[in-house]
Structure formats: C-alpha cells, structure tokens
C-alpha cells in the first residue's frame, strides 16, 4: 500500500526525492545563495554562470548604475523573453512534425 499526500506525490516519492537532493553554494551579485535540487551540481552551476553572464552584461550596458533589485528585474525578464521566443519556435516546429505525419 502507497500513501499519497494531497498533491499526489506519495511519501516513497517524496523520500526518494529528498535523498537525491544536491545541495550547492553559489554567490551571486555578492549574495550567497543555498540552491537545492536534484540536478548536478555541474548543471547548477552553469545555469547560475548563464545568469551571472546576463547580470554582468546588464550591468555593463548601464555602467553599473543600476541598483541589485533593477538588474534582477531586467535579467528576469530577459531569460523569460528568451523562454517565451524558444516555447513559441517549440510549438511551431512540434506543429510542423504533426502536421507531416
């Protein structure tokens, strides 16, 4: 018998979930920051590197006058056009492989 909680997650899952957790320190901006997750810690670290270089060319083009919070903002909304341009090509090619089939 599996126990479920209310998410639909049962507590195997939960426990299996929690002993493949890596746990890493990354700086960022000068803050340090506890990331956790089930991905590498190689991966966690060049997705934070990916942010750093997005973070690191806003602040060049604004000759560092904008304050953390601003560059956070800006960096926010660049990753997300760059998700939002890269789901829409997604669906368009995923409509083109439907559509020769």
């Known amino acids: 018998m599996e126990l479920f909680k209310e998410d639909g997650w ?6 299996r979930k929690e ?3 890596n746990r890493i320190i990354v700086k960022i901006m000068g803050d340090e920051y506890v990331i956790r997750g089930t991905d590498s810690p190689e991966y966690i670290e060049r997705v934070v590197s990916y942010v750093e270089g997005i973070i690191d060319a806003i602040n060049e083009s604004q000759n560092n006058k904008l304050n953390k919070c601003q560059v956070a903002v800006l960096a926010a909304l660049r ?3 760059e998700l939002y341009k890269l789901r829409q090509e997604y ?8 559509e020769s089939k």
């Open 10 to 15: 049962s507590l195997a899952m939960i426990e």
């Open 79 to 81: 990753i997300a056009d």
């Open 91 to 98: 669906q368009y090619l995923d409509d083109l492989l439907k």
């Open 19 to 21: 002993a493949e957790e």
